[in-house]
């Protein structure tokens, strides 16, 4: 499999505007898509996912939408908080007895207050 | 806390060098995973075992391997080090043997190769 693109690799809001990242993949056979958190100096954190038969996934202000058909999937964080900046990463996992798991780059948010 | 612990934190060595990273898993749950992270690079998957077997295999380099122990902890033997293999790896566990389950990072150990 290949590598996921991840987009953009930095990103700068001003807090209560809206936030996008955007993943594409390119294993059609991917089925299972998280979305990770991880700040400075800790842990990836798990925040939201989306399986391969669900077009939309809402959490209070975080949404992930997939097309499954143009391979790609966003992260929507809307009204965002200086709390939000992190790094976020994507992957795209193909769960089969022998899975394959494939992640972003990451985009570096910035919410200025 | 996520339940998930490594050791050492941090991992001090040289080059050529070898190391053994330690992860324990939570309670419960069967499988482990490996990552590395280089500095402002993104999440690197390396292996993956469960209940003891190896499930699945990313960009693991030749020099490194890992195992799962009946008690369902898990090490990764790092042999031969470079000064790139400096990095911050993480294990993660979860439930069940596929990506689909939530997987719960540990902390992470920062290896430096000098």
């Known amino acids: 499999g290949e590598n996921v693109e991840q987009h953009p690799s930095t990103l700068s809001v001003q807090e209560g505007d809206s936030a996008v990242i955007k993943c594409t993949y390119s294993d059609s056979a991917s089925n299972y898509f998280p979305w990770y958190k991880q700040e400075l100096g800790k842990r990836p954190q798990l925040i939201i996912d989306i399986r391969s038969n669900v077009g939309e996934k809402k959490d209070q202000r975080i949404a992930v939408t997939l097309n499954k058909t143009a391979k790609h999937f966003s992260l929507h964080i809307t009204e965002t908080q200086p709390e939000d900046s992190a790094v976020y990463f994507c992957a795209a996992i193909t769960l089969r007895w022998i899975n394959d798991m494939r992640f972003g780059a990451g985009t570096r948010l910035t919410v200025k207050p | 806390d996520s339940g998930v612990t490594q050791t050492p934190k941090h991992l001090i060595t040289a080059t050529g060098q070898r190391v053994t990273l330690r992860c324990s898993p939570r309670?419960?749950?069967?499988?482990v995973y490996w990552y590395q992270q280089s500095l402002d690079q993104g999440l690197q998957f390396l292996i993956q075992?469960?209940?003891?077997?190896?499930?699945a295999k990313g960009n693991i380099l030749e020099r490194f391997s890992a195992q799962q122990f009946p008690d369902l902890h898990s090490e990764l033997n790092l042999s031969s080090l470079e000064l790139g293999d400096s990095a911050l790896y993480f294990c993660?566990?979860?439930?069940?043997?596929?990506?689909?389950?939530?997987?719960?990072f540990g902390a992470g150990t920062r290896l430096s190769v000098l």
């Open positions: 075992y469960y209940n003891g077997e190896e499930r």
């Open positions: 993660a566990s979860s439930v069940g043997s596929t990506g689909g389950n939530i997987q719960y």
């Open positions: 309670s419960g749950d069967l499988s």
